[in-house]
């Protein structure tokens, strides 16, 4: 008899992003992420024991992966309730009085074309098993809390993808100066802020949701590029 185990997934803050990464999940991970039936939130099905921690590890790093798909598909897509509140613990929020202090985040729904996520999502499968480098850049997309060396670390391997900046720009279609606001970015950004290095040595033009914006932006179109036969 085949075991199998179940694990838990990360809460995210948005319904549509659950439902969004089930219908990515059933085709790049087929069966992978599912409903939670006896509680809110969503399960993740692997083949093996529970018991063993190379399931947990495959579990985490194919949800990460899924997570890094759709935060490119949507920058603003894919939020973990455990990054609403960075620094601090778990529980209710509570004043001087006592009184239990209720912090409601907004509803994002996604707008979208008639079978736009399943194209996506194939694409994303074709891309994703056609090129390692990819593969780590979207794990690395769908970490908690990420920052510049994240965005920065991205590109490193879109670099090592394509063999230098230039076939970047040509196969990508991203502007040079564009690469070079994000480098820039992300190396003088304050730590403080999400930036790289506590030495700041340079200008600052974009901030972290900036480069956020752009690395979505990137990753979809080398996710395209890759899905395309003979590239």
Known sequence: MNRVAYFPAPAL???ADEDIIIEIGEIVFPDFVQRNQRMNGLRLKVAGDTRDESRLKIAAEQFQILLGILRAWRPVAGQRVDEIRPGIGEGSIRD???NQVIMVGSVIS????GGEVETYARQAKVAVEKSPHLRNA????GRRNRNAADFYVIYEYAEMDFG???HIVVALGVS????TRLKKSANNLAPTEGGRHAKETGTVEWS????ME????FLKRWIAYRSRAGV
């Open 13 to 15: 803050c948005q319904g």
């Open 138 to 141: 979207l794990w690395l997309n």
């Open 96 to 98: 001087e009085h006592g």
């Open 164 to 166: 230098g900046r230039k």
């Open 208 to 211: 972290l949701e900036d480069q």
């Open 176 to 179: 040079d100066n564009d690469i």
């Open 110 to 113: 996604h707008t979208r074309a």
């Open 214 to 217: 752009f690395i979505a932006r």
